[in-house]
């Protein structure tokens, strides 16, 4: 029988060209080495996914990225500098900052003071090549190894950072991480974090993605966090890339015993986008709260997927994600939520709701239960509609005007998730509910 030869897209043969040019460029550690094959050899099988994919039938990859962009490299002089200007007009929300330019960690660009005590940042590469647990942490948990753009990610991994918060230490300050992307000829940037809160320990941390505008770069981000027993995260994430980029981001958590994990997710940049979340809980007696705002005009495209494992008995999980679209905007809903045999007692409950600014937006829903065990309380919904005209009505009754009116009711809907974010004693929550609701309010007065 013959060998069927795949039909490679020229976004394709880019890749399986630019990692061979990887491959003898840069050779690093056994460790990295093997993830970069096993990531390219899971791209290589299947190739970018597409719509007959069910976890990608909404965000047909192949089709979207017509060509894979070249390989960035390490920033010079001129990129630093014009990144330095960049970020001076980004606040910091949060403590330290640390700085991720073209997906390359740049200390120099670090500003906020020093790094509080108890946390340290190391280089992903070295940790992996030293510490075996570090290893296989990496390389992922199931559900996410089998996913292309996580695979993608290894397979063009070069290095990325390793952030570790002590047992015991209580930060009152968030981590200010930021990943710009340069301006100039168009790149494809690779970059992966690690967070490793230990036990009892009580940290958060403030992602931010920004990048020029006009420029058709493309990003693949990946954050991997463990909770361990006893500790909280607090984690927020503002995606505000350049108008015409592609940007595809993956979180991974794993949650201990009596831990807490809450983030925050705000989507207004970028064509293209797509949110990852794969969350497992480790331990008993934990509970987990995902909540997204997508806020899309012209014809941007988002879509959120995520998968909430129920492995133990006794915990809690709540998602909530708000989609306020307008023009011709495309928004994707894709959450599941899964309860193992024996996670016995689990509390899960998941919702999407949708407010639609004109006629032209489409709005894709796809919430899952997959429920194995008995005694469990479980639920999922999605609503999507117009603004209310009574409460239109009324505001404008009262001398509001018609634009403003419908700010005020967009900013409520938003606010919602926003509002009860965070429940640990971190400054930074209050400062990240902030900047997160002028992002709103932004984006409302640039569309009138």
């Not at 918060?165 to 991480?177: K, M, N, R, W």
């Not at 806020?295 to 998968?307: C, E, I, P, S, Y």
């Amino acid at each position: 029988m013959n060998a069927i030869t795949p039909i490679r897209t020229p976004a394709e043969q880019a890749l399986i060209g630019a990692f061979g040019a990887l491959r003898d460029s840069r050779p690093t550690s056994a460790a990295l080495e093997g993830l970069r094959i096993d990531g390219f050899a899971r791209f290589e099988a299947s190739g970018l996914p597409h719509r007959r994919v069910e976890d990608w039938k909404y965000t047909d990859l192949r089709v979207l990225m017509r060509e894979a962009r070249p390989l960035a490299v390490a920033p010079d002089a001129s990129v630093l500098l014009a990144a330095k200007v960049a970020l001076g007009r980004l606040k910091r929300v949060g403590g330290s900052r640390i700085v991720l330019v073209d997906g390359f960690h740049v200390p120099d660009l670090a500003d906020g003071g020093a790094l509080p005590e108890g946390v340290t940042v190391s280089d992903l590469a070295a940790a992996m090549a030293q510490r075996p647990e570090i290893a296989a942490l990496v390389t992922g948990q199931p559900a996410t190894r089998a996913n292309i753009a996580f695979a993608l990610n290894n397979a063009f991994l070069t290095d990325g950072l390793l952030i570790e918060v002590a047992p015991g230490t209580e930060l009152g300050h968030a981590l200010d991480l930021v990943s710009i992307t340069s301006d100039g000829a168009p790149r494809l940037v690779t970059s992966r974090v690690v967070v490793v809160v230990g036990a009892g320990a009580s940290a958060g941390i403030v992602e931010t993605h920004c990048g020029p505008a006009g420029v058709e770069y493309q990003k693949n981000v990946v954050m991997q966090v463990v909770v361990h027993d006893g500790a909280t995260l607090e984690h927020g994430r503002r995606q505000v890339e350049g108008d015409q980029a592609l940007h595809l981001a993956t979180l991974e958590a794993s949650v201990g015993a009596e831990a807490h994990f809450d983030s925050l997710t705000l989507t207004t940049g970028a064509a293209v986008s797509r949110s990852q979340l794969f969350v497992r809980f480790a331990g008993e007696h934990s509970n987990v709260t995902l909540r997204g705002v997508s806020m899309l005009k012209g014809r941007q495209h988002a879509d959120t997927a995520l998968v909430m494992e129920h492995a133990v008995p006794h915990c809690q999980s709540r998602e909530t994600f708000k989609h306020i679209l307008d023009g011709e905007a495309h928004g994707v809903f894709q959450g599941k939520i899964i309860v193992q045999p024996v996670a016995q007692k689990t509390d899960g409950r998941m919702m999407s709701q949708t407010i639609m600014l004109a006629e032209g937006p489409s709005m894709d829903n796809k919430p899952e239960l997959e429920i194995f065990a008995d005694d469990v309380a479980c639920a999922h919904g999605c609503t999507c509609g117009e603004l209310d005209a009574d409460l239109m009505f009324y505001l404008k009754a009262r001398g509001i005007p018609h634009k403003e009116a419908e700010a005020l009711l967009v900013e409520a809907f938003a606010r919602e998730a926003i509002e009860d974010f965070g429940a640990g004693p971190l400054a930074v929550v209050e400062e990240l509910r902030e900047a997160m609701l002028t992002s709103v309010t932004d984006w409302m007065r640039a569309r009138s």
